[in-house]
C-alpha cells in the first residue's frame, strides 16, 4: 500500500507564488521519481516537473524559469516552488510517483489526489 499526500494549492493573482508539496508513504522498496502533472478544463493532464532520485530533473517549456523541483529522498517527498504564476498556470495539480513497491520488482505509477490551483488575472 502506497500513498502520495499532497498540500498546498489554492488561489493567487496573477504574479504570486505557491508551494505545492507532496510525501510518499506506505511499503515500497525504492522511488525512482518523483513529480507533477495538471489538468486545465478541456485539456489533458500534461507533465509540469519531474526529479529523479539522483536529482535530474525534467520542466515543461511553459514553467521553466518560473516553477522549482526539489526532492527529500530521506522523507520521500517532493516540493514545487511555483512563481510568477499566471493564469494559464491554473489547474488540478497531481503529484507523481514512480514507485517500486515492496511486492514488485518494477516501478509503477502512483497519483495523489490532486489539489486545484486558481491564479486570477
Known amino acids: 500500500q502506497v500513498q502520495l499526500v499532497e498540500s498546498g494549492g489554492g488561489l493567487v493573482q496573477a504574479g504570486g507564488s505557491l508551494r505545492l508539496s507532496c510525501a510518499a508513504s506506505?511499503?515500497?522498496?525504492?522511488?525512482?521519481?518523483m513529480g507533477w502533472y495538471r489538468q486545465a478544463p478541456g485539456k489533458q493532464r500534461e507533465p509540469v516537473a519531474v526529479i529523479t532520485s539522483g536529482g535530474n530533473t525534467n520542466y515543461a517549456d511553459s514553467v521553466k524559469g518560473r516553477f522549482t523541483i526539489s526532492r527529500d529522498n530521506a522523507k520521500n517527498a517532493v516540493t514545487l516552488q511555483m512563481n510568477s504564476l499566471k493564469p494559464e498556470d491554473t489547474a488540478v495539480y497531481y503529484c507523481?510517483?514512480?514507485?517500486?513497491?515492496?511486492?514488485?520488482?518494477?516501478?509503477?505509477?502512483?497519483w495523489g489526489q490532486g489539489t486545484q490551483v486558481t491564479v486570477s488575472s
Open positions: 507523481n510517483g514512480k514507485v517500486v513497491p515492496s511486492d514488485l520488482a518494477i516501478p509503477y505509477d502512483y
Open positions: 506506505g511499503s515500497f522498496f525504492s522511488i525512482n521519481a
